[in-house]
């Protein structure tokens, strides 16, 4: 039997891409977001505008034909997201020695779909079902930087003082987890807190969550504010590893 085309996977993921966004995308906006070049996004969409499925406004900004709206509907439910991640975020968290979240893109906000906890007896909480702020934690960074531009109110609650509020900064921000494959939030919702996260991509390369490490500041970050030696490798490759169970092909599992 012949194996998966990539053409196909790719304009699904196109497709799905355009269905859930909430305004047209560019051809760069949606290369980053499936981690495909430029020429290869463009070439995409313009087959999809020739076959009637997708439309290009004014601005050329491309959105998804009338006839597709239910695409935007998730490939995963959050229950077959953390079934087939639990080994992956079970090892993460054996090999950082910190605590494990798996998060979905729920009403703009990151809802916690996993957690593990930290391989140690210090008592926690079970945080599976929490919804966190977007724009003030790594989870949330990293789902929101898959989604292209968003309307953002003109100032955004904050947590504590190192809170992304302004919609401009948190743009390029978002613009930066795209660019490196991976996001940082330092007491930007909880004080004492520090999170590094990565994407977890479906086939075609539509992100469809988010895993990260969640520690206490001094253990994960250095006295720049860089995450310490080791913990966005493992981010990384464990988000990888869930993006080939799910089906994403090296090249865009790569985060």
Same mark, same amino acid.
């Given at each position: 039997?012949?194996?998966?085309?990539?053409?196909?996977?790719?304009?699904?993921?196109?497709?799905?891409?355009?269905?859930?966004?909430?305004?047209?995308?560019?051809?760069?906006?949606?290369?980053?977001?499936?981690?495909?070049?430029?020429?290869?996004?463009?070439?995409?969409?313009?087959?999809?505008?020739?076959?009637?499925?997708?439309?290009?406004?004014?601005?050329?900004?491309?959105?998804?034909?009338?006839?597709?709206?239910?695409?935007?509907?998730?490939?995963?439910?959050?229950?077959?997201?953390?079934?087939?991640?639990?080994?992956?975020?079970?090892?993460?968290?054996?090999?950082?020695?910190?605590?494990?979240?798996?998060?979905?893109?729920?009403?703009?906000?990151?809802?916690?779909?996993?957690?593990?906890?930290?391989?140690?007896?210090?008592?926690?909480?079970?945080? #599976?079902?929490?919804?966190?702020?977007?724009?003030?934690?790594?989870?949330?960074?990293?789902?929101?930087?898959?989604?292209?531009?968003?309307?953002?109110?003109?100032?955004?609650?904050?947590?504590?003082?190192?809170?992304?509020? !302004?919609?401009?900064?948190?743009?390029?921000?978002?613009?930066?987890?795209?660019?490196?494959?991976?996001?940082?939030?330092?007491?930007?919702?909880?004080?004492?807190?520090? #999170?590094?996260?990565?994407?977890?991509?479906?086939?075609?390369?539509?992100?469809?969550?988010?895993?990260?490490?969640?520690?206490?500041?001094? !253990?994960?970050?250095?006295?720049?504010?860089?995450?310490?030696?080791?913990?966005?490798?493992?981010?990384?490759?464990?988000?990888?590893?869930?993006?080939?169970?799910?089906?994403?092909?090296?090249?865009?599992?790569?985060?």
């Amino acid at each position: 039997m012949p194996g998966p085309i990539q053409s196909i996977e790719r304009a699904a993921a196109v497709l799905r891409l355009l269905s859930a966004a909430r305004g047209g995308l560019g051809v760069v906006e949606v290369a980053h977001a499936l981690g495909l070049a430029k020429t290869t996004a463009h070439g995409i969409l313009r087959t999809l505008v020739d076959v009637g499925f997708v439309v290009q406004d004014e601005r050329g900004d491309y959105r998804a034909g009338p006839g597709l709206r239910d695409l935007a509907r998730p490939r995963l439910v959050a229950d077959d997201l953390r079934a087939r991640a639990t080994n992956w975020a079970d090892s993460l968290a054996a090999r950082t020695g910190e605590s494990v979240r798996l998060a979905v893109l729920a009403e703009g906000r990151a809802l916690v779909v996993h957690h593990v906890f930290r391989p140690d007896d210090s008592a926690q909480e079970l945080q #599976t079902g929490q919804s966190l702020p977007a724009h003030a934690c790594a989870l949330g960074k990293v789902l929101l930087a898959s989604r292209g531009p968003h309307r953002l109110p003109r100032r955004l609650p904050a947590y504590t003082s190192r809170t992304l509020t !302004d919609p401009a900064a948190l743009r390029r921000a978002l613009a930066e987890v795209r660019a490196q494959g991976w996001a940082l939030d330092v007491e930007e919702h909880l004080p004492g807190r520090a #999170t590094v996260a990565a994407p977890v991509r479906d086939v075609g390369g539509l992100v469809v969550g988010a895993i990260g490490v969640d520690g206490a500041v001094d !253990d994960l970050v250095d006295t720049r504010g860089r995450p310490r030696a080791g913990y966005v490798p493992a981010v990384r490759s464990a988000a990888r590893s869930i993006s080939r169970q799910l089906g994403a092909r090296d090249e865009r599992a790569r985060g």
